[in-house]
C-alpha cells in the first residue's frame, strides 16, 4: 500500500518561503513520477509541479521562478520549495505518486495521493 504524507504548510505573508515535504512509503521516489498539485474551495485542483524518475522536472507557468521541486532518493520524499509567494498561492496542497516514469501533469495520470496541507499567503 502506497502512503504519501505531506507537510510543512503553513500561514506567510506575500514574499516569504514555505517548504513543503512529501513523505512516501509503499514505494520509492525513484523509480517513478511524482507530483505536486492544489486546490482552493470552488476550483478544480491544478497541477503545480513534477519531477520524473531521471530528475526532470516541469512546472505550470504561474509558479517557474519561485518553485522548485526536487526528491531525495534515499530519505524517500519530494520536496516543493516556495519562494516569492504571493496570495494567489494560497490553497491545499496535494502530493501525488504515479506509475509512469516520465513528466506527468495531468492529475488523472496519477495513482496516489496525499491528504493534502494547507498553505496561506496574506497580502
Known amino acids: 500500500q502506497v502512503q504519501l504524507v505531506e507537510s510543512g504548510g503553513g500561514s506567510v505573508q506575500a514574499g516569504g518561503s514555505l517548504r513543503l515535504s512529501c513523505a512516501a512509503s509503499?514505494?520509492?521516489?525513484?523509480?517513478?513520477?511524482m507530483g505536486w498539485f492544489r486546490q482552493v474551495p470552488g476550483k478544480e485542483r491544478e497541477f503545480v509541479a513534477t519531477i520524473s524518475r531521471n530528475g526532470l522536472t516541469y512546472y505550470t507557468n504561474s509558479v517557474k521562478g519561485r518553485f522548485t521541486i526536487s526528491k531525495d532518493n534515499v530519505k524517500n520524499t519530494v520536496d516543493l520549495q516556495m519562494n516569492t509567494l504571493k496570495p494567489e498561492d494560497t490553497a491545499v496542497y496535494y502530493c501525488a505518486a504515479s506509475l509512469r516514469v516520465g513528466i506527468v501533469t495531468t492529475q488523472t495520470n496519477y495513482d496516489y495521493w496525499g491528504q493534502g496541507t494547507q498553505v496561506t499567503v496574506s497580502s
Open positions: 509503499g514505494r520509492t521516489v525513484s523509480s517513478n513520477a
